[in-house]
């Protein structure tokens, strides 16, 4: 998840709120008065770099004598992952407040690296009554305690370029049905502009998390498989004939060439700068990925294009075949989370609560094109009014599904990502399915899984 540039302005408020002591010695960064924050602020997302100098300003004003200590890590996702959870192994390093993809709030929080926070937040209004109750979960572990909160959520279709596909023949109220119509569309595409690269999905090794959720786990949802993890025998689904189709539906793509070649997918920076570009620049006709890309096309982003919202529409990506439900979309979201760590609790949760309070939670949205957790954010006209597609991706949040929240997920999302890697590079669904398999059974344990 990345996103857009932050309208100057926020508004300060003081938090009143009393906080019980929770927490004790020194802090994180060596010192009880000072809060270190952690964040990613990279050249595909400078926005929260801006919104974390504006809360600081915030929440020092409103709690004299406290630092707040901004630590930006410039990064790919990935690789801020594993950087944040190296700082978390040493208390001299770990952050007081971290920003947490929801896909790991549970790893980490088994780990021992996060701290719960449900008696703070009970007594936090803006938590009981604003918060919409499915969006809770990013932040709660398997558990039952929370851990974080939520900032934002999104949701996951089909962009696609009306010019491209007028000229291509293509309905510019496209509608796919299966994922032979998204195929043929892509073929369609190459056949009649060769200059035109058919369409995008994060793939690759440097896609990591993206290539899991916004790729394969679309697709496997997609099929008569419909899991990842089977709640009810407690069990993941390894290996399965959904996975190994979701795994045939990418061989095809790259076999084909009807998505960005495998050189360009395990390039580590054409996904976050040039694949927007061409984006731009009607030279792909359409992609498979988030809600969020339009911070992308915006004046300050990494390819700004004034008309990407006449020229691009956007529709729900199909089931294999098209059986009920008919479609499929997955949400996911950035959190703020307390690290275990921490000597001062109370000011660590004192500045979420500033970051993510009714104005503050707005211009983030807003600026990230990410879809609201709050509900009284939902109702502010500036989020349709910046990006017209916003009210499309909001809609697909009456359907959409979760990754598991599962301690063992990120090691699970990691060997699909090896699976899908191979793939790209060649290899055979069938043979990628088995490793994927075993992969997971060593991961989570043999007595964890089960064939689909």
Avoid: H
Avoid at 48 to 69: H, L, R, W, Y
Avoid at 200 to 206: A, R, W
Avoid at 374 to 400: C, G, I, M, N, Y
Wanted: glycine share 8%; charged share 20%; net charge negative.
């Amino acid at each position: 998840m990345r996103a857009r540039t932050i309208a100057a302005g926020l508004a300060v408020a003081a938090l009143t709120l009393p906080l019980a002591a929770c927490g004790g010695g020194d802090s994180a960064s060596g010192d009880a008065k000072t809060i270190k924050i952690v964040y990613r602020n990279y050249s595909d997302f400078p926005q929260m770099d801006t919104f974390m100098k504006s809360v600081k300003k915030e929440f020092e004003a409103a709690n004299p004598g406290i630092t707040a200590q901004l630590t930006p890590v410039s990064s790919l996702d990935s690789d801020y992952l594993a950087k944040v959870q190296l700082m978390q192994r040493s208390p001299s390093t770990a952050p007081d407040v971290l920003f947490e993809d929801s896909f790991n709030v549970n790893a980490d929080a088994a780990a021992g690296y996060l701290l719960p926070i449900d008696d703070y937040l009970n007594k936090w209004p803006d938590w009981n009554s604003q918060f919409i109750p499915t969006t809770k979960q990013a932040g709660r572990a398997v558990d039952g305690k929370t851990y974080a909160v939520p900032m934002g959520t999104d949701s996951r279709g089909l962009w696609f370029n009306k010019d491209v596909f007028a000229k291509a023949g293509l309905p510019t109220d496209w509608q796919p049905k299966t994922w032979n119509d998204v195929l043929d569309a892509a073929r369609k595409i190459k056949q009649t502009q060769p200059d035109v690269e058919p369409m995008y999905m994060p793939l690759g090794k440097p896609a990591a998390e993206a290539m899991s959720m916004q790729s394969l786990e679309m697709l496997l949802y997609g099929t008569p498989t419909k899991d990842l993890y089977d709640e009810k025998a407690g069990k993941w689904v390894a290996p399965s004939k959904g996975f190994e189709d979701a795994l045939g539906y990418v061989q095809t793509v790259m076999k084909e060439n009807l998505a960005q070649t495998a050189a360009q997918a395990e390039d580590t920076q054409w996904a976050q700068t040039q694949m927007p570009l061409l984006m731009s620049q009607g030279k792909i006709g359409f992609m498979m990925d988030g809600g969020w890309y339009a911070r992308y096309w915006e004046p300050g982003g990494v390819a700004p294009w004034a008309d990407w919202s006449k020229t691009l529409g956007t529709t729900k990506f199909p089931t294999q075949n098209g059986q009920a439900p008919g479609n499929v979309t997955l949400s996911g979201g950035w959190t703020l989370a307390v690290g275990a760590s921490t000597g001062n609790a109370d000011a660590s949760v004192k500045f979420i609560q500033t970051a993510l309070n009714k104005e503050n939670s707005a211009a983030i949205d807003v600026a990230c094109s990410w879809l609201p957790v709050r509900e009284d954010v939902k109702a502010d006209s500036r989020l349709a009014q910046k990006d017209p597609t916003e009210p499309f991706w909001s809609s697909l949040v009456s359907f959409t599904r979760y990754r598991p929240t599962l301690p063992e997920y990120p090691q699970v999302s990691n060997a699909m990502d090896v699976a899908g890697d191979s793939v790209v590079n060649g290899g055979e669904p069938a043979k990628a399915a088995q490793q994927f398999a075993q992969d997971v059974s060593k991961a989570v344990g043999a007595d964890k899984v089960k064939t689909g």
